[in-house]
Every structure is written in structure tokens, then in C-alpha cells.
């Protein structure tokens, strides 16, 4: 099984104060230290996202499969999954809105007019 890092800790690892170089690409982690200055790309590049999710600034380089295909001998385990996802705004469940409609007021009874007609027979 995979070793399982949480984002505290692979912020942690940002190349600062002789800390290794750790990134996360698409949910992994990958420890770059030894690459960071091998990048064809240069080392700022990468120190710049260290720590953090590179996935954004890795795809909009357009790197090519064999970028893809190196950064896979990097790989050291994956990042833990947020524990509490926020829920979508704006967006609610099927079973919340036939809770919301149960909670409605029943209709009340047509009350007794006074001046009813009474039929005597
Ligand atoms: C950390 C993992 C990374 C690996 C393994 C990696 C690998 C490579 C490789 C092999 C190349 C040569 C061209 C190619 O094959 O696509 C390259 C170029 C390049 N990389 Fe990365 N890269 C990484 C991260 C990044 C990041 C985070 C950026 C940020 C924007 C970046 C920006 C670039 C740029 C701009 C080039 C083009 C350089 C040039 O053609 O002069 N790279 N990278």
C-alpha cells in the first residue's frame, strides 16, 4: 500500500532551510529534490509550487509524456484526502427538499361561517 502524506506535512518539505523539495501532482507526492536542478525548465520553477499542488502549474507548462513518464520515479505515496469536504453551495439534496416540503403548514380546515345556511330537513 501507499505511504499516505498529509498536506501539513508536504508543505512542510519546500526546499527552505535545506528541507527536500516535495510536490504534489494529480493526489501523489513526489520527492523532486534530486531533480530540482536538473529541470530543463530551471529550479525556480519547481521551488516555486515545492510544498504545494504543482498539478496546475506542471499541465499548463505542457510538458511532454516523458516529463510525465520522469516524474513517476519520484513518486513517494499520496496525499491524505481533505477530512471534511465542504459542501457545494448552491446545490441541494433531493432528500433535503422533501424534508423542507414536509415541513410545511398543513392546510387549515375551512372554518364555520356564521351566517351558514342549516338545512332543517
Ligand atoms: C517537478 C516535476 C517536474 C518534472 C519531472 C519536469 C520535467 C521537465 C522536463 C523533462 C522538461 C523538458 C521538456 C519536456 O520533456 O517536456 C521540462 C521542461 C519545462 N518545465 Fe518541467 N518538470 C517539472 C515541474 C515543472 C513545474 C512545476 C513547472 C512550472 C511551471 C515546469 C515548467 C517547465 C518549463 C517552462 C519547461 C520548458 C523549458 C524549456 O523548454 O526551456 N516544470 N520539465
Redesign the pocket.
Known sequence: MSQIYQKSEVAERNGKNGQPVW?I?KGNV?D?TA?VEK???GDD??L??AGKD?TK??N?????S??VQ??KE?KIGEVAIDAQPKPQSGQKSAGLQQQQQQQLPEPKPAEKSSNSFLCCC
Open positions: 510536490i501532482y513526489y523532486v531533480f529541470h530543463p525548465g520553477l519547481i516555486e509550487v504543482a502549474a506542471f499548463s507548462a505542457g510538458h511532454s516523458d516529463a520522469q516524474l519520484f
